[in-house]
């Protein structure tokens, strides 16, 4: 049957992935940079104070297993993220206070959806044992809960209308024009159209101008 909650989506796959140790669960999209993490959360399991705690020290940044998210699409244990202590040095730090909360192991399965957006589902317990046969099931299983947890989301939130002019500035962007031309083509400065774009990346809960762009497109407030 179709699952038509996040609370029901939660339930039935820790159903299953408690038989492999998991106990705490979070889908997620992956931002960029140093962005906080909770916007970006779909669904979350016994998350709760490590993302507040997370969150409030910019753990993003410092993070291997969010990191390693950008440099494959294949599942994997987070003993298996590398550490660059010259790029984070605060992974280990990181890491250790992961497991200082019960997650002393964990498992997550990156995905990059339709629209270009970076996510992950993550799962962590103290002692979860995924062999390479059921890392397939399991990736499969993810794929699953990531669609739905979007659309589930999505079907609940009320999109922000974008203003004309920035409807106007991203229709320009999504044909292929640079902030020169656009300032241009407009008949407005280069300051402005930024600051056209920076309301609608708040309004569109999106990172960069190309995100920005494909949310528009989906949530038909501007076409090609």
């Not at 044992?129 to 609940?156: C, K, M, P, T, W």
């Not at 974008?162 to 991203?170: M, P």
Request: glycine letters at 6%.
């Amino acid at each position: 049957a179709k699952l038509e909650t996040i609370d029901a989506v939660r339930d039935s796959v820790l159903g299953i992935l408690g038989d492999y140790g998991v106990d705490k669960l979070i889908v997620t999209h992956v931002p960029a940079g140093k962005d906080r993490l909770r916007p970006h959360v779909l669904l979350e399991h016994g998350w709760a104070d490590w993302l507040a705690h997370y969150d409030r020290h910019r753990y993003f940044a410092h993070d291997p297993v969010g990191r390693f998210c950008f440099s494959t699409v294949e599942p994997f244990a987070w003993s298996e993220a590398p550490i660059d202590l010259n790029v984070q040095p605060l992974a280990l730090k990181v890491m250790d206070e992961a497991s200082a909360i019960g997650m002393q192991t964990g498992f997550s399965v990156p995905v990059v959806d339709l629209y270009g957006y970076h996510a992950v589902i993550s799962m962590g317990g103290r002692a979860i044992s995924i062999d390479a046969h059921e890392r397939r099931l399991i990736q499969l299983l993810s794929y699953y809960i990531h669609g739905a947890a979007v659309r589930i989301n999505r079907s609940r939130r009320d999109v922000p209308a974008l203003s004309q002019r920035e409807k106007e500035i991203l229709t320009q962007y999504a044909a292929g024009h640079r902030s020169p031309q656009i300032a241009q083509a407009l008949g407005i400065n280069i300051e402005t159209v930024s600051t056209h774009v920076k309301r609608a990346r708040s309004k569109l809960k999106t990172e960069t101008i190309t995100q920005t762009v494909v949310e528009a497109l989906r949530t038909k407030q501007i076409s090609l």
